[in-house]
Each structure stands twice: as structure tokens, then as C-alpha cells.
Antibody, heavy 122, light 111 residues
Framework: EVQLVQSGAEVKKPGESLKISCKAS????????IGWVRQMPGKGLEWLGI????????KYGPAFEGQVTISADKSITTAYLQWRWLKPSDTAIYYC???????????????WGQGTLVTVSS | QSALTQPPSASGSPGQSVTISCTGI?????????VSWYQQNPGKAPKLLIY???KRPSGVPDRFSASKSGNTASLTVSGLQPEDEADYYC???????????FGGGTKLTVL
């Protein structure tokens, strides 16, 4: 059974750094893209980016290049989402997601993590 | 502002049918059959409901059906049940973004 288990909720101050994680199990981790979807309070879904753990090649959404870093450690089947400098506007739920890809593009999202709430407030 | 346009809300009584639309442009919904729909219950992660515009994953009741015509995709929930009350999101491949784009979501209320 495919499972994506995310790290717990975080409360941070503006300017702080943060790295959240997503532990994958039940499939061959290096061979499937995995990524992060943001849901701001009361809002819709947005892709931050995806990564192919086999070669750690990330692709970022247009609004997120340079804002976050997505990485993966295939030795422990874990994906990460990292900020160097948090802003209050980063407050959101972040979902780990395993997409099904076709022709180099996301076709659908088959599996989701439970979500990690990140709150950034002074 | 989301790339795909959905009505913010929809409603229906138990047993009725309701249809939710998802409007894009020729470079996303209109140009691809990789439209998917997700159901999100309060406090939960989204769940795949429909993929490739019309297909249901195993385990999704056949009360949920979908179609696509031109730049608009539609999700129909037939025989509404109280547990169908949730947020529904569409998504599509897009020529300009290989991660795809989402709609803003529709809150379905079962009266």
C-alpha cells in the first residue's frame, strides 16, 4: 500500500527557516515523481514543484522558483520542502503528493499525504 | 486567481443531481484530455475522483461522472448523498506549465 506520511505542524516566525518532510513507503521511491501542493487558508490548490528522486531533478511551479527548495533522499525514501526565509504569506497547508506523469507533465495525483500546517506569525 | 474557473458554490437536495463546471482555455482544458477532479472533505487531503476527463478510479461510486466539451469540463454527482458535501477541484494539463493547473474549487452543499 502506498503511503505518504508527513511531518507535523510547525509554527515559525517571519525570517526563520524551515524544512518539512514526507516519508514514502509501499512503492519503489526512486522511480516515481513526488512533489508538494500548497493550500492557503480557505483557498484552492497550487503545485509548488515536483522532484524525481532517482536523479533529484526538481521542477518548480512558475511562482515558486527561487522561493522554496524541493529535495529527496532516496536512501530513506523521504522528500523535503524547504524555506530559507519564511514570510507570513507562506502560512498554508502543504500536501505531499505523488503524481502520475505522462509525456513529462502531471496527468493526475494518485496519492496524497495528510498535510502539514505551517503557520508563520510574529 | 486560479487558472481554471469553477463556480464557488453548488447545492442540491438528497437524491438530486448537480453539475459543477470547470472552464479553461485551449492551451489547458481545451487542448488536453488530462482533466482530473478531486474531492476534499473538511480537514482532509484531496482524493482523486475522476481522471483523463471521464474515468473513475476503482472504489469511486458510479454516481460520480464527468465529461468535457471544448474548453469546459463538467463533474456530475447523481443521487446526492449527505456525504457528498465537500469541496471539489478540477485540474488540467497545460501547455504553459507541465505541473498542470487547478480550478479555484467548488463547495458542494447537500441541502
Amino acid at each position: 500500500e502506498v503511503q505518504l506520511v508527513q511531518s507535523g505542524a510547525e509554527v515559525k516566525k517571519p525570517g526563520e527557516s524551515l524544512k518539512i518532510s514526507c516519508k514514502a513507503s509501499g512503492y519503489n521511491f526512486p522511480n516515481y515523481w513526488i512533489g508538494w501542493v500548497r493550500q492557503m487558508p480557505g483557498k484552492g490548490l497550487e503545485w509548488l514543484g515536483i522532484i524525481y528522486p532517482g536523479d533529484s531533478d526538481p521542477k518548480y511551479g512558475p511562482a515558486f522558483e527561487g522561493q522554496v527548495t524541493i529535495s529527496a533522499d532516496k536512501s530513506i525514501t523521504t522528500a523535503y520542502l524547504q524555506w530559507r526565509w519564511l514570510k507570513p504569506s507562506d502560512t498554508a497547508i502543504y500536501y505531499c503528493a505523488r503524481p502520475f506523469m505522462g509525456g513529462g507533465s502531471v496527468v493526475r495525483i494518485d496519492y496524497w499525504g495528510q498535510g502539514t500546517l505551517v503557520t508563520v506569525s510574529s | 486567481q486560479s487558472a481554471l474557473t469553477q463556480p464557488p458554490s453548488a447545492s442540491g437536495s438528497p437524491g438530486q443531481s448537480v453539475t459543477i463546471s470547470c472552464t479553461g482555455i485551449s492551451s489547458d482544458v481545451g487542448g488536453h484530455n488530462y482533466v482530473s477532479w478531486y474531492q476534499q472533505n473538511p480537514g482532509k487531503a484531496p482524493k482523486l475522483l475522476i481522471y483523463e476527463a471521464t474515468k473513475r478510479p476503482s472504489g469511486v461510486p458510479d454516481r460520480f461522472s464527468a465529461s468535457k466539451s471544448g474548453n469546459t469540463a463538467s463533474l456530475t454527482v447523481s443521487g446526492l448523498q449527505p456525504e457528498d458535501e465537500a469541496d471539489y477541484y478540477c485540474s488540467s494539463n497545460a501547455d504553459t506549465n507541465n505541473l498542470g493547473v487547478f480550478g479555484g474549487g467548488t463547495k458542494l452543499t447537500v441541502l
